[in-house]
């Protein structure tokens, strides 16, 4: 058995009417079943097959304060106004700061832009900028990315004779602040058709009204603000970031083509997932470490030259950035370990860590990577020694709201702020031990056994004919995937193994060949390389995952991307003819994940295998304990434990196969109460010493009979008639006597003293009907049971857990 990582979750369709769909779209059967799990309608989903075009955009008039933001900027450039561009340090931040630079610098405006320190001022708007805005002469403020809560900050800076324009994407809170305009699409009575734009997709609609055109130049930023801000790929963000892709990958600016190049890709292949994972990591990393300014710097510059050099800045700012978060994630693992075995091992309900020296601009990935490794919410927190706060970020599981959990603990917090998945906070490090207290509880009520299982969603169920070169090249028409419109995900069910090795560096991946009904595809799983050994031909699988096409050498073929994969058989390994089968035994002990039981033919080889080296942590039993079965069931429920993953490899290993009734019987009635096991290894016990009995056959009895019927009356002793009939068959003399109990049972034989006389006319009656041939036979049986072949083994074993 090989349990899946992830509780799976997928969705039935109407066949027939994505067939309908199929044929009036002309697109493949298997992606109009895409299309229909997801919910859009028939029109909706025509319109993915559309070109991504000016005339599909929104007009941005409609959205909420736009007229009035457009007229107050247009005065201030036409009176030479002093204009500051107010931005944000994270990915999303920088490119509308970038796109309002290239945008004022083609009006010709008087402006100069302004990005926050993200520890020394934090987020938004804050009054020593005013201050400083005041003092440069600056009579209007555009926010980017901030500002829909800056309701003291705006008030103060009209006070200063300040107007400020708000552009931004944010949940606007219950009190709105009064800015001479404010531009979000998510403000209350706000028209605007489409809600998810990023504040780069806002400021790129401030600038189709400003320029008085769709602002398609700028598409380029508003598609990396957007797929950096995880903003869902829906809409009106899918034509954005199609035309933003286009422009990049046929006239990429220097900025981007460096920063492409900086991430280990060209610009004519960049893709929305390249975006999220080379270029936003890198334009994040500038805020998180030190300013933003650099990164806003390489996105408006025009120099080639300046640009490469920007770009490597950047690029080691992120591997300096990955080597911190690797650091404060092991610290805080080492933080969390402690704090369970504080807790007697499984630790609070939702992982909260915070020390000094820690920095508060990776918090958010360094608790994303406790989330990946638990999969419980987790809250990490930069302590300021000199203030007595901290600052910091939290991550969730699905299942647990952490805005609303922290709702319910806001008394305990200066400040947090965020949605059901993720938040930032503020706290003082005195209360620190309160809120753990209060969102442990909060999690013990609210999380249910299944929302503590990591799940994946498939779009669908699919069969192994659908998956074609022509089907992927269809779904590759959704693109892009992202936030909200992810790479479609497919179950395939009870494939069959054809073959599987291990592949690339030390064959950490693995790759593998199914088929079923007559279909074969090649699937790949990158670190996966350790389950090839699990992987026989004939064995059935379910594999999750995605399609993708492998080009090589001119050639294309569909190939599929393994990301979880299940097995509700039990793998059988039969070592029985290994002549060395204790270091058969270490090495498979040693390679060992989860729970690695050692069932012995006898109480002294158990004890052998307890004392041996990497043996010592096994799990070790004996048939010949009375215990056995109770005791191991009862170890096997005693092992699911908090922290042991469900997919944990469990191995067991029969070390000798018991060869009479009684023990057999206690393996028998331990495999009915056991849950599965990943595999079961099968070895010969080294020390047993067995001599085969001779068991008498049919032709045995046969042949018995005929030298009884030819003798007809004899004396039952050791020597005389039985003694030559033993040596004349050349079998033991107590098999003969065995024979003629049998057939004085069946009546064929009388006995009258000493003295045996065979029936002349015997009854017609089986060898089975006698109760001392069926106690031979089935001892027989038992003892050959060591010596089954693997096939009849697995066949009893099945047989005894139905």
């Known amino acids: 058995m090989i349990p899946a990582k992830f509780r799976w979750e997928w969705k039935l369709t109407d066949d027939k009417l994505a067939a309908e769909w199929a044929g009036r779209l002309g697109i493949p059967l298997l992606v109009a079943r895409v299309l229909l799990s997801r919910g859009w309608s028939e029109e909706e989903a025509a319109r993915f097959f559309r070109p991504a075009d000016e005339e599909a955009l929104e007009d941005p008039l409609l959205m909420k304060g736009m007229p009035e933001a457009a007229e107050r900027i247009r005065r201030a450039i036409a009176a030479g106004e002093r204009i500051r561009v107010y931005g944000d340090y994270d990915a999303d931040g920088v490119t509308s700061t970038a796109l309002m630079i290239r945008l004022f610098s083609v009006l010709g405006a008087s402006f100069d832009t302004y990005i926050p320190h993200r520890s020394l001022e934090g987020y938004g708007l804050n009054l020593l900028a005013i201050d400083a805005a005041a003092e440069a002469g600056v009579s209007l403020i555009v926010t980017v990315d901030n500002g829909i809560s800056a309701v003291e900050q705006i008030a103060y800076a009209r006070k200063k004779g300040i107007d400020v324009v708000v552009t931004d994407h944010h949940e606007p809170p219950a009190v709105l602040p009064e800015a001479v305009a404010l531009v979000n699409p998510k403000q209350p009575g706000c028209p605007y058709p489409f809600k998810g734009l990023c504040g780069a997709g806002v400021a790129f609609k401030l600038a189709h009204v400003l320029l008085g055109r769709p602002a398609t130049e700028f598409a380029d930023l508003a598609a990396v603000g957007t797929v950096a801000d995880l903003m869902p790929l829906i809409g009106e963000n899918r034509i954005i970031v199609r035309m933003g892709l286009d422009r990049m990958r046929r006239e990429p600016s220097a900025g981007i083509r460096a920063l492409a190049k900086a991430s280990g890709t060209e610009p004519k292949d960049l893709t929305s997932g390249r975006i999220g994972f080379g270029l936003a990591p890198r334009l994040n990393a500038g805020g998180r470490l030190e300013r933003a300014d650099g990164a806003v710097r390489l996105l408006t510059t025009e120099d080639e030259k300046e640009a490469v050099m920007l770009a490597e800045q950047l690029d080691r700012l992120n591997s300096e950035r990955q080597r911190l978060v690797d650091v404060t994630v092991e610290e805080a693992e080492r933080m969390w370990q402690a704090k369970k075995a504080e807790h007697g091992g499984n630790g609070p309900e939702v992982i909260v860590l915070h020390a000094a020296g820690w920095n508060a601009g990776i918090a958010g990935l360094v608790a994303s990577k406790l989330v990946e490794r638990h999969y419980r919410p987790a809250v990490v927190l930069a302590h300021d020694p000199e203030t007595g706060k901290c600052k910091g970020s939290a991550r969730s599981i699905d299942g647990f709201d952490l805005y609303a959990a922290l709702t319910d603990c806001a008394h305990c917090m200066e400040h947090y702020g965020g949605h059901q998945a993720a938040a930032g906070l503020t706290i003082e490090v005195d209360r620190i031990p309160e809120l753990e207290r209060l969102l ?99 064995r059935s699988l379910d594999l999750l995952g995605e399609l993708s096409v492998n080009e090589w050498n001119g050639s294309r073929r569909v190939q599929f991307v393994v990301q979880d994969l299940a097995s509700s058989e039990t793998l059988w390994i039969d070592r029985r003819k290994s002549a060395d089968p204790w270091s058969l035994l270490e090495s498979w002990a040693a390679r060992a994940e989860g729970r690695f039981v050692v069932l012995c033919a006898s109480s002294h080889l158990a004890e052998e295998v307890s004392g041996r080296g990497v043996l010592r942590d096994a799990e070790v039993y004996a048939y010949t304990e009375p215990a056995s079965a109770s005791s191991l069931a009862a170890a096997a429920k005693e092992t699911v434990m908090e922290d042991v993953h469900p997919a944990a490899d469990s191995r067991l290993v029969l070390f000798g196969l ?145």
């Open 658 to 802: 018991p060869d009479n009734e009684a023990d057999q019987r206690v393996l028998a009635d331990w495999l009915s109460k056991e849950p599965g096991w990943g595999s079961i290894m099968l070895m010969a016990s080294p020390s047993r010493q067995r001599e085969n009995p001779v068991w008498l056959q049919r032709r045995h009895f046969a042949e018995g009979y005929a030298l009884f019927r030819e003798q007809k009356t004899w004396i039952d002793g050791p020597e005389g008639f039985l003694r030559k009939a033993a040596d004349r068959l050349g079998l033991p003399l107590a098999s003969i006597r065995l024979m003629q109990d049998v057939f004085e049972e069946l009546g064929f034989i009388r006995a009258s003293g000493a003295e045996r006389t065979l029936v002349s006319e015997p009854p017609k009656r089986n060898l089975e009907e006698s109760q001392r041939y069926r106690k031979m036979a089935g001892q027989a049986e038992a003892a050959s049971f060591p010596d089954w072949p693997l096939e009849r083994l697995k066949a009893w074993a099945a047989a005894n857990k139905s």
């Open 440 to 538: 442990h509880d909060i999690a013990r009520e609210r999380l249910t056994k299944e929302d503590r299982l990591p799940k994946k969603r498939a779009d669908l169920l699919c069969e192994l004919a659908q998956v074609t070169l022509e089907s992927a090249d269809g779904l590759a028409a959704l693109e892009p995937f992202g936030n909200g419109h992810s790479t479609p995900r497919f179950l395939l069910q009870d494939v069959t193994v054809r073959e599987s090795r291990t592949m690339g560096k030390e064959g950490k991946h693995l790759k593998v060949t199914v088929e079923r009904d007559g279909c074969s595809l090649e699937a790949i799983g990158f670190g996966m390389g350790h389950l090839a050994e699990k992987l026989p031909a004939g």
